[in-house]
């Protein structure tokens, strides 16, 4: 099946610090998600992003698909950012409809 | 529609119960998932509904696994004869697609599972 490796897996920060988080997948995809796991396990959509780069408020995210690699940048860091982000991706031809999960970056923002 | 609800939020049952789990997914998502995350991994998954068919299950899920979705809207997972390493966290999604396409997952709050 496909890889998704997620780097690092572990960050602290102090707030207000800026961040990148770097996912890199085995093969073409045509779904890319990054997630937030919030302590409470909620996993929320932060952005669907197969290609191209996409922006919301502090958060950017930006996908090189033909290099097969995401990017998750983090601007201002607040202690609400802190929890786990995952990067899922869905293969193009053999990986049926399933979303596969990487192993996810700790963040944790202190003040 | 507020997103994607699953109950219960907590289930802690013995070891050899039956349990189920249900998910009601975002009413326009024609796709509904399972996934199951134990501490420290990425969600896994576990299968897959277009509407009311069930198109692709993982080798995770064994005989003692069971999903249903009638009439294409909420679906439900059967958990026989429970064992400790089925504890975990029980995660629904919800999507738009349309053939090789989905939109993005949605998921639900999840059901935390603890066997005792």
């Known amino acids: 099946g496909i890889q998704v490796e997620q780097s690092p897996p572990d960050l602290i920060l102090q707030e207000g610090a800026n961040s990148t988080l770097r996912c890199n997948f085995s093969d073409s995809v045509n779904n890319l998600q990054w997630f937030h796991q919030n302590p409470w396990g909620q996993l929320i959509n932060l952005f669907y992003?197969?290609?191209g780069t996409k922006q919301n408020g502090r958060l950017s995210a930006t996908t090189v698909a033909t290099e097969r690699y995401s990017l998750l940048y983090i601007s201002s860091s607040q202690t609400t950012d802190s929890g786990v982000y995952f990067c899922a991706v869905r293969r193009i031809t053999g990986g049926g409809n399933k979303l596969t999960f990487g192993t996810g970056t700790q963040l944790k923002v202190e003040l | 529609d507020t997103g994607v609800s699953q109950d219960p939020r907590h289930k802690i049952t013995k070891r050899g119960q039956n349990v189920t789990f249900r998910c009601d997914p975002i009413s326009e998502h024609n796709r509904l998932y399972w996934y199951r995350q134990t501490l420290g991994q990425g969600p896994e998954f576990l299968t897959y509904f277009q509407n009311e068919a069930q198109l692709e299950k993982s080798r995770l899920l064994s005989d003692r696994f069971s999903a249903e979705r009638p009439k294409g809207s909420f679906s439900t997972l059967e958990i026989q004869r429970t064992e400790q390493g089925d504890s975990a966290m029980y995660l629904c999604?919800?999507?738009?697609?349309?053939?090789?396409?989905?939109?993005?997952?949605?998921f639900g709050s999840g059901t935390r599972l603890t066997v005792v």
């Open positions: 999604a919800s999507s738009p697609g349309q053939g090789a396409l989905d939109y993005g997952y949605t």
């Open positions: 992003i197969p290609s």
